[in-house]
C-alpha cells in the first residue's frame, strides 16, 4: 500500500503548514464545531481519537471525522452539514444508504432476533442465495469482516493443501490482521513468513513467486483488479487472470479472489468471472449487506471438506438481522438494474469531470472501474494537489477522497453526479488560484516515506 522513499520538492513540511492550524487557510476551516468537540472528548478517551482507515488523520484538516446520519446518495455530519457521499461508506453502501427494503428486513428479522443460541433459518436462506449467484461457489460460510474472509480463505487454503505458502501482489491490502496488515506495529515477522510477492498483471513475476514457493504453495491471493491505495488503479488483463488460474490448477494450490471492496459492484457473480477464470474461493463483505456487518467465504465443492475442517467462529457471526439484510440486498442486485445504473452514473461524473478538468488546465487521472473511481493528479508526488481538491470538494457538498477509489451507489440521481460535476468545476478553477499554496499533508509525507526537499 505505501511506496518506498522518494523524493520530492515541496515549499513547506512542518506540522504546522497543515492540520487546524495552518497557515494556509482551508475554504472549511473548522470553527468551534460539535465535530471538533467530539475529536476533544474522543482524544481523552481512544487512541488518537480514531483509528483505522476511517480516521481523518489522513485526510484534509477539514474533513469531518464523525457523521449524525446517512440517507440514499448523502451524509450529515455531526454539524448537520448534507454531503453527496463518493465514498459509500468505503464501499458497503451500494443500493443507497438505509435502502428501504433492506432496511424492513434487518428490521424484522431483528423483531425475531439477531445474536441468539444459534442462527436463524434466514442463514440458510442466504447460503442458497450466495451460491446460485456466485457461479464458482458451491458453498458459502458467513462472518463479519472483509478481514474474516480473507483470513478464513487462507486457512481453508492451507488446510486444504496442506502447505504453508500463500502469494500476493506487492502492494495489495487484503485486511488488517497480523498476516495481512500494512502497518508493522505489533507484528511478528513470524506471521508473516509464508507470504510470496508477486506484481499484480506480471504473469512472469507470479510464475517466479510460485517457483520460489516450489511444492509448498497453498494459494494465490487476487484482488478483482489493481485497486491500491495512493496509486492510479489498473484493470486485470483477463490473459493475467487465465494465468492464475492455470498455474493455481497446475500446481495444485487454491486460486482466491479477494471481492471484499469490489464484490457486485463489476458483476452479478465473481468479478473474476467475466475474465473467464473462476477462483475456488473468493471473500466478500462490504456491500454483500448493503451496510449491515456480514461478510462471507464462499467456495467450489473441491475444496469444502477443508471450510468444514477449520475452526471457525465467533460471537456475532451468525447474527440473523444482516443475514436478512444481505438477503434483501440479493433480491435487489437480481431484480433491479443497481449494476447497468453505478456504471452509466459513472460514465457520466468521468466525462463531466474530464470535461472540468480540461477546461481548468489540470492533468487530472480517472482511473478504476466508472463506478470506482480512483482520481489523481498527474505531478503530484505529495498528493498536495489532490488534497486540495478534496477540501475544494467538501466546500461545496460533495465528499471526494483524496488518495483512496471512490464508490457510487445506485442511490445517486443524473443530478447528483450533475452537481458533483459543477462542484468539481468549481473547486478545479479555485485550485489554480491556490496552487502555488499548496502544502503537503505531514502524516501523508510521513507514511509514503516521501523526502520532502525544496
Ligand atoms: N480486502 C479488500 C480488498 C478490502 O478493500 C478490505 C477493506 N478495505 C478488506 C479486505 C478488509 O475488509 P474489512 O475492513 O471489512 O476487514
Known sequence: MLS?????????????????????????????????ALRTRAARVIPNGMYGHESTRLLPAAFPQFFQRAEGAHLWDADGRRLLDLMCSYGPNLLGHRHPQVEAAFQRQL?????????????????????????????????????????????????????????????????????????????VAEARAHLGRFTYNDAASLDAAADAAGDDLAAVLVAPYRHDAFADNTPCDPAFARHARALCSARGALLIVDDVRAGFRLARDCSWAPLGAQPDLSAWGKAIGNGHPISALLGSDACRAAAGQIYATDSFWFAAAPMAAALA??????????????????????????????????????????????????????????????????????????????????????????????????????????????????????????????
Not at 9 to 24: E, Q
Not at 131 to 153: I, P, R, S, Y
Not at 403 to 415: C, D, P, Y
Not at 419 to 443: E, I, K, S, W, Y
Request: aromatic fraction near 6%; charge should be neutral.
Open 111 to 187: 423483531a425475531q432476533g439477531d445474536a441468539m443460541t444459534g442462527p436463524a433459518p434466514v442463514m440458510v436462506d442466504l447460503a442458497e442465495a450466495l451460491v446460485a449467484q456466485v457461479a464458482h461457489a458451491g458453498w458459502a460460510m458467513f462472518c463479519k469482516n472483509g478481514t474474516d474472509a480473507t483470513t478464513m480463505a487462507v486457512t481453508v487454503a492451507r488446510a486444504h493443501t496442506g502447505r504453508r505458502q500463500v502469494l500476493v501482489a506487492h502492494g495489495a491490502y487484503h485486511g488488517a490482521a497480523p498476516w495481512c496488515t500494512p502497518g508493522p506495529a505489533g507484528v
Open 329 to 454: 440486498t440479493l433480491q435487489l442486485l437480481r431484480e433491479t438494474d443497481y449494476l447497468e445504473r453505478i456504471v452509466a452514473l459513472g460514465t457520466r461524473l468521468r466525462d463531466g469531470l474530464a470535461e472540468a478538468a480540461q477546461r481548468h488546465g489540470w492533468a487530472l487521472k480517472q482511473t478504476g472501474p466508472v463506478q470506482m473511481p480512483q482520481w489523481l493528479f498527474d505531478d503530484d508526488p505529495d498528493f498536495r494537489i489532490g488534497f486540495g481538491f478534496a477540501e475544494e470538494m467538501l466546500a461545496r457538498g460533495v465528499y471526494v477522497h483524496p488518495w483512496h477509489n471512490m464508490f457510487l451507489n445506485a442511490a445517486m440521481t443524473e443530478a447528483d453526479i450533475d452537481a458533483a460535476v459543477a462542484a468539481a468545476d468549481g473547486a478545479l478553477a479555485v485550485l489554480q488560484a491556490r496552487r502555488g499554496m499548496l502544502r503537503p499533508h505531514p502524516v501523508v509525507v510521513q507514511r509514503l516515506g516521501l523526502r520532502v526537499v525544496d
Open 4 to 36: 518506498p522513499c522518494r523524493a520530492v520538492r515541496a515549499r513547506a513540511t512542518s506540522p504546522a503548514s497543515y492540520g487546524p492550524h495552518a497557515r494556509n487557510p482551508t475554504p472549511t476551516a473548522m470553527t468551534a464545531s460539535a465535530d471538533q
